[in-house]
Structures are given as C-alpha cells and as structure tokens.
C-alpha cells in the first residue's frame, strides 16, 4: 500500500511485470470446433444442429487449416501476443459505437414498451 503522501508513476506500478506473462496460446482447431457446437447447440433446433455441424467439419477440415497457419505465423512474428493487433484496430482506430458495433458480449434485453424495432434503435 501506497501512502497518501508518496508519489508514484501509476504507471509504472502498473505495467511492472507486463513482460513476465505467459504469453495467449494460439486456440487448437479441434478445440474451437468443439467449442462453437457445445455454444450454438442450445440456440438451435436438432436439425439446425446437423447442418451447423456438417458446416462447421466442412470448414474446419479445408480452409480453417489455411487461416490457423496463418495465426501461427502471425503469432510467431508478434512481440506479446497474436491477439494484439485485431484487439488494436478493433478497440483504438474504429470510430463507430463501440458497444454496438465490435463488443462481441453486449447483448440488447427485448424491452416490452418498445414494440417496433424503430423503437428499439432509437434509444441506442
């Protein structure tokens, strides 16, 4: 703890052990599949279901092996973590509404005394 009277550099004490962090693991594929399915499963019927997984091994058995080379070797190229560049262009140079447009875990509650969804758009 730090003494009312003490000056410090916030951020020095906060960046202090930035470089001793494990570094983000690159996801496996496998993993990611198994992932997505086990989070669509309850959003969609037994049917939905099917396809979505027939997709989803389509998919990972062509291009996603492409893409997950190319992750690797961005991971390889990056100083700290594959993650940092999208996170960069995703949250420090877009200029539209954040919680709209890339938050991906901002969820809009149906609110029942909005019956239209010009309604609805127009408290955003």
Same mark, same amino acid.
């Given at each position: 703890?730090?003494?009312? =009277?003490? #000056? ?11 470089? !001793? $962090? ?5 996801? +496996? ?21 099917? =396809?979505? #997984? ?11 092996? !492409? $893409? ?5 070797? +961005? ?37 029942? $005394? ?11």
């Amino acid at each position: 703890m730090f003494a009312r =009277n003490q #000056s410090y550099s916030t951020e020095k004490v906060l960046w202090t052990h930035e470089f !001793a $962090l494990p570094r983000l693991p690159v996801p +496996l594929l496998q993993d990611t599949a198994k992932k997505y399915i086990e989070y669509v499963a309850p959003l969609v019927s037994q049917q939905q279901l099917q =396809n979505t #997984s027939q997709l989803v091994d389509e998919f990972f058995s062509g291009e996603a092996k !492409a $893409l997950q080379e190319d992750l690797l070797h +961005l991971d390889k190229e990056s100083p700290t973590s594959w993650l940092e560049g999208f996170w960069d262009t995703m949250y420090l140079t877009i200029r539209d509404p954040l919680p709209i447009n890339v938050n991906p875990y901002f969820i809009l509650n149906d609110d029942p $005394l909005r019956t239209t969804q010009v309604c609805e758009k127009l408290i955003l």
